[in-house]
């Protein structure tokens, strides 16, 4: 199943006297990158989220956000860091008597200054408070790949057909390639009797000509790896594992074999095909670039 490495979810639970949200979205990476932002005084739970959603996700440049409310308030007791205050003011006062400036600071104006004011609370079990958040992780998860799976749908369809119209077009090769080389063939005949008249052709010649023509523009064995390239492509859309990387390095593949055809084969019919057929990929190229 193909998931888009765009996404986004969120939920919003309360749970034993606490509100917690959880937020998550992400854009595409290359690896699996995570950044999370909680309250300070929760900072344990940084790495027990990044490793659940890893557990779940891939790929992707990701952001959580966590906040957690508490709404029984007579656990909370505001206290006032005594040390920091006291610098704050002393620069202030040199600030004014440097500057000739006012005094008009007050204590306010101080308790905005951060961490001045430090908010305590009491004794969390934090084994409880990521339960809580979990459970609510687990919600916006759920929303997050939910819209991943809605949006790979779209790149599978997209990724899919234009597979097809690949193989259409090697189909229309592999048909057109045998008769490059009876054309040649008769030009070939056609242009040694121009040169030398109704004189007996020697026969070999022209056939070891062909052969050695034929044998330049065969592109059998590239189109049998683009169909196996395909294929396997094609396997990949309906994996459930993370495939972004594995179909990344195919489509080089398959962009290399049509890079050969177009190098071996001097017809202009062949050759625009080849043009379309390159255009697709980097369509496809494009699309993966999004894939989990």
């Not at 917690?20 to 344990?44: A, D, L, M, T, W």
């Not at 920091?84 to 000739?100: C, D, F, I, P």
Request: hydrophobic residues 40%; charged residues 35%; negative net charge.
């Amino acid at each position: 199943m193909v998931k888009s490495m765009t996404g986004f979810g969120r939920a919003v639970k309360e749970l034993d006297g606490y509100v917690i949200s959880v937020e998550i979205k992400s854009v595409n990476h290359r690896y699996f990158e995570f950044f999370s932002r909680c309250p300070r005084q929760y900072g344990f739970l940084d790495e027990k989220i990044k490793s659940y959603v890893n557990s779940r996700v891939s790929r992707g440049k990701i952001e959580c956000y966590i906040s957690i409310e508490a709404l029984n308030t007579e656990a909370c007791d505001v206290a006032v860091n005594n040390t920091l205050a006291n610098a704050y003011v002393k620069a202030l006062r040199e600030l004014e008597e440097t500057y000739g400036l006012k005094e008009d600071f007050g204590a306010a104006a101080i308790g905005k200054f951060q961490d001045v004011l430090v908010v305590r609370k009491s004794e969390e079990d934090e084994d409880k408070i990521w339960e809580m958040v979990k459970s609510v992780a687990e919600t916006a998860v759920d929303k997050f790949i939910e819209m991943r799976i809605a949006e790979g749908k779209k790149m599978y369809e997209d990724v899919y057909s234009r597979t097809q119209i690949i193989l259409d077009t090697v189909s229309f090769i592999e048909e057109r390639s045998p008769q490059t080389v009876k054309e040649y063939n008769d030009k070939l005949v056609e242009r040694v009797h121009d040169l030398i008249g109704d004189v007996s052709l020697d026969e070999g010649r022209i056939i070891q000509e062909v052969a050695i023509y034929a044998d330049k523009v065969a592109v059998a064995e590239e189109t049998v790896r683009l169909r196996s390239h395909i294929e396997q492509l094609r396997r990949f859309l309906t994996s459930d594992e993370a495939i972004g990387r594995k179909m990344d390095f195919l489509v080089q593949e398959i962009n290399r074999e049509t890079n050969t055809i177009g190098s071996k084969c001097s017809d202009v019919e062949i050759a625009r095909k080849v043009v379309d057929m390159k255009s697709e990929i980097e369509k496809i190229r494009e699309q993966i670039q999004n894939i989990e």
